[in-house]
């Protein structure tokens, strides 16, 4: 037992150096290890479930509120997660982690998975998530705006360019930036 302890501490020790040193190359234009991405994976994962769990999901199939959610996204989303028939953007390129594709996801149609999957969109768009350019937006948002996001999200899995342009997906211009901003 005493053995491994040792082991174990110089092992931690060895790892300290190596990190300390420069070792691990923290460029976006590097993938991580894939250990570190698996950790990073997991850690993320059960952080937002562990958070998100407890969350009251509101009726998000109402028209208004998808129309609104649509309003949200195409205005504040776009630059990174992109929409339907859109072409990535500077920014969208030169992230690591890659923001989500949301429009290029599978309709989710089980009601338990579409009701977790509800809570973590809304969570991660309040809180956002560390190191991957995903801001928080419950600083600057309603919970409203928010949840009608997380409609609109719902209905952006699988949809196409024509299906986005009928919700009005043009390029948007810098004056019609009209989400809700908390008063």
């Known amino acids: 037992m005493k053995s491994f302890i040792i082991v174990s501490l110089i092992t931690v020790v060895l790892v ?44 998000l199939d109402n028209a208004d ?37 949301f429009y290029e996801r599978a309709p989710v149609t089980d009601a338990d998975d579409k009701l977790y999957l509800s809570k973590k969109y809304f969570w991660v768009i309040k809180n956002g998530i560390k190191m991957t350019a995903m801001p928080a937006w ?26 986005y342009a009928a919700f009005g997906g043009e390029p948007h211009r810098e004056d019609d930036h009209t989400h809700d901003h908390h008063h």
């Open 65 to 101: 509120i998808i129309a609104k959610g649509f309003k949200q996204y195409h205005a504040m989303c776009t630059e990174c997660h992109l929409a339907p028939g859109k072409q990535p953007t500077e920014l969208a390129i030169g992230l690591y982690p890659q923001a989500p594709l």
């Open 16 to 59: 300290l150096i190596a990190l300390g040193s420069g070792a691990y190359n923290m460029a976006a234009t590097e993938k991580h290890w894939a250990i570190t991405e698996q950790m990073i994976s997991w850690v993320r994962e059960s952080s937002i479930k562990a958070r998100a769990e407890e969350l009251e999901v509101p009726a």
């Open 138 to 163: 419950g600083s600057t948002h309603s919970d409203e705006a928010m949840w009608a996001t997380v409609a609109f999200l719902h209905k952006l899995h699988g949809m196409t360019a024509e299906q």
